[in-house]
Every structure is written in C-alpha cells, then in structure tokens.
C-alpha cells in the first residue's frame, strides 16, 4: 500500500547537459499530470507520463523539467524586421537629444524579441530524452519512497482507529440484554400505574409480546455482525497493492452500518458509543482519501 502524497526529485548530469526533476502528487480519484518545462520540449509529456504509471496508478501529478546545457538548445535566429524597428527608434531619439546615434547592434542584441528560439524537432527531443527519462526515473524513485513511508504512518493509525471500532462494537453487542431488560422494567411500571386505575393488571404474556415486538424493531445483531466483518476485509486489504478504492468503498459501508444502528438505538449508552463509532468511521473515510 502507498499513499497519493508525496514529493521526490532528481538532478542527472551527461557531460555538459544538466537535468532536474522533480515530481509532486496528491490524492485524486484517477491519475492526472500535468507537465511544466522550457518552450519546446512540452512534446515529451507523453514519455514522462509513461515513465511515471509505472510506479503511480493514482493521484494528480505535478512533474516540472528543467533541461539547461547543449541537451536544451533550440535554434536560434534574429529577428532582422524586429531589431531594424529598435535601432530605428534609439537612432530617432538620439536625433531629438542631440546624442550620438548607436554604432553598434549589440546592445539591443538582449531586448526582448530579438533572438528568437525555435522549438526543438523530433530529433532533438530523441537526443535529450535519455537525460530525461534517467532524472524522471530518480525523481520517482523518490517520491515513491516517500509515498511509501506515508503509507506505514496511514497503515498504522487506521489499524488503530479498526481496534477501536470493534472495541465499541463489542461494548454495544454487551449492552444489548440490558436495553431489552430496562424497557421491560419501564414498560411494567408505566402500564401498571395506569391499569391500577381501572382494577386491571399486565399479564405475563402481554409483556412478553410488546418486549419481542421492541427487540424485533431494535435488533442491531446483523448490523455488529456486518460491522465486525468489514472491519476484517479492511485491515487485510490493507496489507495489499493499491487498495485504496476496495477501502474507500467499505468506509462508505462501515458508515452506513453505523447510521443504521442509530436509528434502531433505544438507549442512551448505545446512542454514546454510536456517535464514538461514527466519528472513527470518519477518521477512516477521511485516511482512505490518500491511499492509492
């Protein structure tokens, strides 16, 4: 298991040539990169991608590239119509100012749309992509280990938060005789006061009936039962490959669980140690968001 959060990066250098990498990911339903590098060399974004599904099937992806050196020159030209625009225009000033006209072109050789790049061909992105592709790979590399090492810290507090709800679990099945035995209790007391009224008394077998017809109604056995087992598929996949959608969906179906038994609940403990389920089923769905 791996988390969708993380950051690694890479510096490779062939010769002259330097290439830095470096990759950020975050949690995303589906896989999403997107990638930011010189002018040019945009056109290998489907080559870093596949590099990178190698080791990320989820998450949204964050590559940026910088390729300095012989491996990211591009061709150059000057812009003739641009530059005789510019000499123009200091020539005319230097006309109203009584200045000397400029005797050379290089001083305006750095100002902005004089030199013109052009981006790279194919052949060129074929040169500089073996320099690419080895500082993608170092980057991911890194990012995957750190992704990995976030995954322990999630691995570790969602198997506490798993201990804590078949804890409350085990609380409230305990609880359950005495909800049936309480609401007996109340229920002779209550209509036995208004029965003295009319000379008339419960009998044995009209407790008996409005008891069961509460315990049908409130009966939570199934839902503890399906409780116990989600909690057991989940800590299990969590020792597997990419199981972050199979968590996301039994979080959905441990929260649904929990909704269930508050609307069956007839008593105040239960009603407590509900609201304490529902809070780590919480904790969960939000943990499982970052599991690739």
């Not at 489907?46 to 590099?51: I, N, Q």
């Not at 280990?145 to 804590?164: G, I, K, P, V, Y």
């Not at 007996?184 to 209550?190: D, S, T």
């Not at 209509?191 to 419960?202: D, H, I, K, P, Y």
């Amino acid at each position: 298991m791996v988390s969708m959060t993380g950051c690694g990066d890479a510096t490779v250098t062939a010769g002259a040539s330097t290439c830095r990498v470096e990759i950020r990911s975050v949690n995303n339903r589906f896989f999403k990169m997107s990638l930011r590098t010189r002018e040019g060399f945009g056109g290998l974004e489907s080559r870093v991608e596949a590099v990178i599904r190698q080791r990320v099937r989820r998450g949204s992806v964050q590559v940026s590239l910088d390729l300095s050196g012989p491996a990211a020159s591009t061709g150059r030209r000057l812009d003739h119509e641009q530059l005789a625009a510019y000499l123009a225009d200091a020539t005319a000033f230097c006309g109203r100012h009584d200045l000397e006209p400029p005797l050379s072109v290089e001083p305006l050789l750095g100002l902005p749309g004089i030199v013109v790049e052009s981006a790279p061909d194919e052949a060129a992105l074929d040169r500089a992509w073996p320099l690419i592709a080895r500082a993608v790979a170092g980057a991911v590399d890194r990012l995957d280990a750190m992704r990995r090492t976030e995954a322990l810290a999630l691995a570790a507090d969602m198997r506490s938060t798993c201990r804590d709800i078949i804890g409350l679990v085990a609380a409230i099945r305990a609880r359950v005789p005495g909800i049936l035995a309480d609401h007996r209790a109340r229920l002779v007391e209550r209509v036995s006061r208004l029965l003295e009224q009319n000379g008339t008394a419960l009998t044995e077998a009209d407790i008996a009936h409005e008891v069961a017809l509460i315990a049908d109604r409130s009966d939570i056995a199934e839902e503890l039962v399906r409780l116990e087992s989600h909690v057991a598929q989940f800590e299990r996949l969590l020792e597997t490959e990419s199981p972050g959608r199979s968590l996301d969906f039994l979080a959905q179906e441990l929260a649904r669980e929990a909704n269930t038994i508050a609307s069956k609940s007839l008593d105040v403990e239960v009603a407590h140690a509900v609201v304490e389920l529902k809070t780590r089923v919480e904790r969960l769905r939000e943990q499982v968001q970052n599991v690739e």
